[in-house]
């Protein structure tokens, strides 16, 4: 693994356009029926979009976070905190409103920066101050295949739900990959070659799943005490560039200059033998879990094969780019991103196998 790169030249991966929003079609709806990740709302992302003014969110360093408070009229605000309390309890308890009985909505936030303009609800347990995040969004029917990628492929659960061209997404835990490199990356208490492996086994998940633009500030790093050491998950938490873009090198976070530190570290305390095992170990996992999961990802290829979700021209790039990286000129047959997904995952398999 080495560190921007490709043939021995430096490489700094760039994304050049915003990618489209997709919507959500009737065969994906369908799929979304089925699999239990629709639900009916009393409030849209259009409604939290009805606000007149914003304020900045400034961190406890005085600098600006990147989200603002919207500001509605009090009538207003009103009907929309208690949708969002009804939100909450679609997604974390199947509607049961019991779980918000002594909750309250405390901060709403915006995010005129990413493709999906998130809105990020803070929600507190008036009886504890225990608080919750989730997050409304646009439903962008690429980011939801990622996101059921993510559910079938990985090993992280994820939970969402959707209605019309809203979508609405549980908070995942954890410390930002930019973060974690800033302070923690070099903590004595921490074995370096723990965190390398799970930036190995990353990086091969989204190679296979086409999960792209994992820089830092777009996955998290969790951190579990083991009774002897420290284990450690990277989980993407970002899937607007799902197999969108025409670059391969896009799908591989080792090629993102915000990622070097975690590069390094792979090249400072793994050997090829060592990577090429830890490729092998997430290889046989996602195996393990396409077999478990074969009727739903069958599903999940029917509904997105039909549709557009991406160009031609990034199709091809992809097509000839994996074909190179591979050695494997089966994947010129590709039509759609759906297809190349299919060819890596069987090459997976083969792997496996052989």
Not at 257 to 286: F, G, P, W
């Amino acid at each position: 693994m080495e560190a921007g790169k490709i043939n021995g030249e430096a490489y700094d991966v760039r994304i050049s356009k915003k990618k489209p929003i997709y919507p959500v079609t009737s065969g994906l709806r369908k799929y979304l029926r089925t699999y239990q990740r629709d639900a009916r709302m009393p409030i849209s992302y259009a409604d939290l979009m009805e606000f007149y003014e914003t304020s900045p969110v400034i961190d406890k360093n005085g600098k600006d976070t990147l989200w603002e408070t919207p500001l509605y009229p009090p009538h207003v605000q009103e009907n929309l905190y208690n949708g969002l309390k009804i939100l909450y309890a679609k997604l974390k308890a199947s509607g049961n409103t019991r779980i918000v009985e002594h909750k309250y909505i405390d901060r709403v936030e915006y995010c005129a920066f990413g493709n999906s303009h998130p809105f990020r609800i803070r929600i507190v347990n008036r009886l504890n101050d225990v608080y919750d995040y989730f997050y409304v969004k646009q439903a962008d029917a690429s980011r939801i295949y990622g996101l059921e990628l993510e559910q079938i492929i990985s090993p992280n659960p994820v939970n969402y739900i959707v209605d019309g061209q809203t979508l609405v997404e549980e908070h995942i835990v954890g410390i930002p990959g930019d973060v974690f490199t800033q302070s923690l990356i070099n903590n004595p208490d921490y074995n370096p070659k723990r965190i390398a492996k799970e930036f190995v086994k990353f990086n091969e998940r989204c190679m296979i799943t086409l999960l792209g633009d994992m820089r830092a500030y777009n996955f998290v790093v969790q951190i579990t005490p083991d009774f002897d050491d420290f284990q450690f998950r990277i989980r993407a938490i970002d899937f607007d560039q799902q197999f969108y873009e025409g670059n391969p090198k896009i799908y591989m976070p080792q090629f993102f200059k915000d990622n070097l530190a975690y590069v390094q570290l792979c090249m400072e305390h793994l050997t090829a033998t060592t990577v090429l095992q830890y490729q092998q170990e997430e290889r046989s996992s996602i195996v393990h879990r396409v077999r478990s999961e074969r009727h739903r990802i069958a599903a999940l290829r029917d509904v997105s094969n039909t549709e557009e979700l991406s160009t031609a021209v990034h199709v091809k790039q992809l097509r000839e780019g994996y074909a190179d990286f591979y050695r494997n000129e089966h994947y010129f047959g590709c039509r759609t991103m759906t297809d190349i997904i299919e060819m890596n995952v069987k090459n997976v398999i083969r792997q496996v196998k052989s």
